[in-house]
């Protein structure tokens, strides 16, 4: 087989890479496309081992975006940085791949170099001698930037572990509401929240006219029929330390609802853009395991 089949053969796990490093389907094509540009202007004669080469060239490529973009000051992609049609495209690509639109925005929070090292190696099993010459660097620095990608990807300090059993019971709650609203389940939402519930949101996540606070359980189990599609694109995960589910359409993070609790009921809910200096963690500690 010619080096120019073998890449083709190989293109959509080198998409599937270049979008777990790079978060955008569209920048991931660009990547694989300029690999496939410079495969054909190389030497094929020094070509041993054929994926390896494709492996290094696009994450080299996807490495250099995320510098560039760090440099722009575009680091993370946030959803309102975004036209709508990359957006949509993007919300396809994690249906057809099954990605974690958690994993995604918490790989927003590494520098280049650890998100490169992490998807080689943890998603993609790359070796780390071969990681090392994607980042110019040595294995056992490729190893230690992995392994910090890692610990801060799964949330696990001390203060996350003493957190994750206080507020166990109130994650089932938040799971069921998300559940409730994506399914369009009315009643189940009433009973989830407390009679007197506020509903309170930023005026910008808003539709022209949508009141910026809404009270009581039926009138904020109903508005979540207009919502439908930010329902659906949410995910449970802390924020700042607060029981919250992240808005995340095409794994790009838009907005936090954190949630307050009265007597396992939710007593208020509120909705405000995620700034690139919040702090987001799974779940619980470890909780990557499970993204």
């Known amino acids: 087989m010619e080096l120019i089949?073998?890449?083709?053969?190989?293109?959509?796990?080198?998409?599937?890479?270049?979008h777990r490093i790079l978060g955008s389907a569209e920048d991931a094509e660009d990547a694989v496309q300029t690999a496939w540009v410079r495969l054909q202007a190389a030497d094929h004669t020094r070509i041993r081992t054929p994926a390896a080469w494709f492996t290094t060239v696009t994450a080299r490529l996807c490495l250099d975006q995320l510098r560039a973009r760090e440099r722009r000051g575009e680091t993370p992609l946030f959803a309102e940085m975004l036209p709508g049609d990359r957006i949509a495209v993007d919300e396809e690509f994690l249906r057809r791949d099954k990605v974690?639109?958690?994993?995604?925005?918490?790989?927003?929070?590494?520098?280049?170099?650890?998100?490169?090292?992490?998807?080689?190696?943890?998603?993609?099993?790359?070796?780390?001698?071969?990681?090392?010459?994607?980042?110019?660097?040595?294995?056992?620095?490729?190893?230690?930037?992995?392994?910090?990608?890692?610990q801060r990807l799964e949330g696990t300090d001390p203060a996350s572990a003493e957190e994750a059993p206080r507020t166990s019971g109130h994650w089932r709650i938040v799971d069921a509401f998300l559940s409730a609203a994506r399914g369009g389940h009315i009643d189940t939402l009433i009973t989830l929240m407390a009679p007197e519930v506020v509903r309170a949101a930023d005026p910008a996540l808003l539709p022209e006219g949508g009141a910026v606070e809404v009270v009581g359980n039926h009138a904020v189990a109903e508005e979540t029929r207009h919502f439908a599609d930010r329902v659906h694109a949410s995910i449970p995960m802390l924020v700042n330390g607060a029981v919250a589910a992240v808005i995340a359409p095409g794994g790009h993070p838009i907005a936090a609802i954190t949630f307050t609790f009265e007597d396992d009921r939710i007593a208020r809910i509120s909705i405000a853009r995620l700034k690139p200096t919040d702090e987001v963690r799974p779940v619980r500690p470890g909780g990557l395991r499970t993204l």
Do not use: W
């Open 100 to 150: 974690s639109r958690a994993l995604m925005v918490l790989l927003d929070k590494l520098t280049p170099t650890q998100r490169v090292a992490y998807v080689l190696h943890d998603l993609f099993g790359v070796p780390f001698r071969e990681i090392a010459d994607v980042l110019d660097t040595t294995p056992t620095n490729a190893k230690k930037l992995a392994s910090r990608a890692r």
């Open 5 to 18: 089949e073998e890449f083709e053969a190989e293109r959509a796990r080198l998409l599937s890479l270049a």
